[in-house]
């Protein structure tokens, strides 16, 4: 055998079987769960909340927290998180909504906190339109807000995209999961084998709602361009709000960032008249010419 050929064999087998790997560990590069006890209580200082659970067709448990304003609610945000630790921690950003008078639901994915179940990418789509409804259920949608940071904003530009919600907010969101793991992994056949490829920019096609995009200019795990890419997916119901200097994870450190959320969730977007405006001026570089 000649020694080209050899090496071109051996070459073949190592890419198959790190292909294979990637396959079958993906799941444990993807999410970084943190498992509560079924007895685990939740503390918040300050806040006022209580726990709930979910029971699937499937038979999984989804554990969720309502954290509730002090004053009277003007609605719902509910918060889908990122992909680690559960909502033991990222419930400490309730606070971010609940004073400006929004109930906060934060549920963990399946294998997270105290939720249960064999995790896939259209079980956790299916658990989250279960819990939307459960909320639509209580009211309107014109008072829900879907939020969703990092992993979460994939899943909750679906939901908007199949519900009518007030608006739809994403933080530091990836245009899909395919295009974020490619980074890492250019030569590998990641359409075929990805198992939750998320495609961000295929459902915000879809949405009717206004969009709201926060990403940090520093955000170096995904990049703050791709934030530029969606916001041309949808454009007539999009704005991308910038967090310069932010990261990936830190935006909540930034008073810009607090600023931007006062603003998008207090507006009322309002229908302006573009014919008073100068759209249709048209420029002409040619220097227009006197009479005489």
Known sequence: MPYWLHILIWFFVAYVAISIALFYLQDYMLFKPEKLPKDFKFYYENQDFEEHNLETRDGATINGILFKP??????????????????????????????????????????????????????????????????????????????????????????????????????????????????????????????????????????????????????????????????KVNPKRTKLHSVIGGGHKDLNNFESYHKMIHEIINSNPQEIDLSTTSIHVKHSSKPNKTKT
């Open 70 to 231: 002090k004053s009277e609610s003007k609605g719902i945000v509910l918060y889908l998180k990122g992909n680690s630790k559960s909502i033991k921690g990222w419930g400490k950003f309730a606070v971010d909504f609940t004073r400006h008078g929004y109930n906060v639901l934060m549920v963990d994915y399946r294998g997270f906190g105290k939720s249960t179940g064999r995790r896939s990418q259209k079980a956790i789509k299916r658990d989250l339109q279960v819990v939307y409804n459960k909320i639509k259920g209580r009211t309107t949608e014109d008072r829900i807000i879907l939020y969703g940071r990092s992993l979460g904003s994939g899943f909750a530009a679906k939901l908007a995209s199949m519900n009518n919600p007030k608006m739809l907010i994403l933080d530091a969101p990836y245009y899909s999961l395919t295009k974020v793991t490619a980074r890492y992994a250019p030569f590998m056949p990641l359409s075929l084998l990805i198992k939750y490829p998320l495609p961000t920019y295929k459902w915000l096609k879809y949405v009717k709602c206004p969009i709201h995009i926060i990403h940090g200019t520093n955000d170096k795990l995904i990049p703050y361009r791709t934030s530029v890419k969606l916001s």
